[in-house]
């Protein structure tokens, strides 16, 4: 699996300029880029039951006594294609590094942000004139321009009206563009949350967006509560010894608010509801990891080492770990799950966490070579490293 770099891209400019605040376009970040699927292999997922796909079709007037344009949206799986692919379209497929690890790479340029911020890879690919339309997105989006030409306009942010064109389809009233630009095959466009923006394909042409999640308040507290409810702790009840008497039963003191709301506030804040919010953060929205083929043994995966062979990792294997740990253990979680193993296999396994190739132990040297082995060795048999063909 070949690694790619971001060219012409200053990292630092970026973050302290662009990040959640302004868009931008980096001209050849990716220079001769060559698409890893293309139309044919995206239409094959596409028609499968499990992978969440779309056709956004617009049928414009053809004669000067029709008004307007008609959208269509059709869900996946797609099993006719053609009757869906009319007019101006795009075949939309979500989440396709977690079907496809040839496009596990374009993922990982944006390493220099944290895993649990990632979200997918959404690929599209449009004829001529195929969009969305002019939208809002609630989250950070790179979009790497494949084959083909597409131009982008982004505005700024501000109150814009929703329109439906179609039931399922939300876009905006017009806005004026800010950034008015055609991607050509390498280029790539960062859109912050909140920017209107539209894209339209010139010709055909495919397109990579890789999303990043950003919780708001409602679903952090439900993820947390899921995952307070699934480890059956923070068992303390409210108490109100001396409690006062009052002239209604109905009232609710604001002593009483106050004492329960000091109840949530200490567990929020309490060591365990550190460990179960990186759980819930842990847990995306990725299909569950395939069961491993081959039940491996240590034994088994250090000759691999020291065969040559490598092992890739699948999308949904973003590890998580808190920033203090203790002296003893190092405690990681992928998945909801949590892995408690040795502090002596903790470099080892960051250099594995931080690629989606691997094959760095080449032979067994010391004590923390082989802690890693017997976690490594678990973590293939639990479907998340797979050995490369």
Wanted: charged residues 20%.
């Amino acid at each position: 699996m070949t690694q790619i770099k971001l060219q012409n891209f200053d990292l630092d400019y970026f973050l302290k300029h662009h990040w959640q605040q302004q868009p931008c376009v980096i001209k050849q970040a990716l220079p001769d880029f060559v698409d890893p699927i293309d139309e044919h292999d995206l239409a094959g997922l596409a028609s499968e039951p499990d992978i969440d796909s779309r056709i956004v079709s617009r049928q414009r007037a053809k004669q000067e006594n029709q008004q307007g344009e008609q959208w269509q949206v059709s869900h996946g799986p797609i099993e006719d294609f053609a009757s869906s692919c009319q007019g101006d379209w795009t075949l939309l497929v979500q989440a396709v590094d977690q079907h496809i690890p040839d496009t596990l790479p374009l993922v990982s340029l944006f390493n220099f942000l944290p895993y649990w911020r990632i979200d997918d890879l959404m690929v599209s690919y449009s004829v001529a004139n195929g969009g969305v339309g002019p939208h809002l997105d609630q989250y950070d989006v790179f979009i790497i321009q494949g084959k083909g030409k597409r131009r982008w306009q982004v505005g700024d942010q501000g109150n814009y009206q929703d329109i439906f064109p179609h039931p399922q389809l939300r876009q905006i009233s017009g806005f004026k563009p800010q950034i008015d630009e055609v991607l050509e095959p390498g280029d790539i466009i960062y859109i912050p949350p909140g920017f209107p923006h539209n894209g339209v394909a010139l010709e055909e042409c495919l397109n990579y967006s890789i999303g990043f999640r950003a919780p708001n308040q409602n679903e952090l507290l439900s993820n947390l509560s899921d995952a307070v409810q699934e480890s059956e702790q923070f068992k303390q009840r409210y108490s109100d010894a001396n409690i006062p008497s009052r002239q209604h039963p109905s009232l609710v003191l604001n002593s009483e608010i106050q004492s329960l709301k000091q109840l949530m506030i200490a567990m929020i804040e309490s060591p365990q509801s550190d460990q179960l919010l990186l759980q819930s953060l842990s847990q995306t929205t990725a299909v569950e990891p395939m069961d491993a083929v081959d039940h491996y043994t240590e034994q088994q995966i250090i000759e691999a080492f020291q065969q040559g062979h490598s092992f890739l990792r699948m999308s949904e294997a973003k590890a998580l770990f808190q920033e203090q740990q203790s002296s003893d253990n190092f405690i990681f979680y992928i998945q909801g799950q949590q892995f408690c193993v040795p502090m002596i296999a903790k470099e080892s396994l960051l250099q594995l966490f931080a690629v989606d190739e691997f094959n760095d132990l080449n032979t067994i040297k010391n004590q923390a070579d082989l802690e890693f082995a017997k976690i490594f060795t678990i973590l293939i048999n639990a479907g998340y490293w797979y050995l490369a063909e």
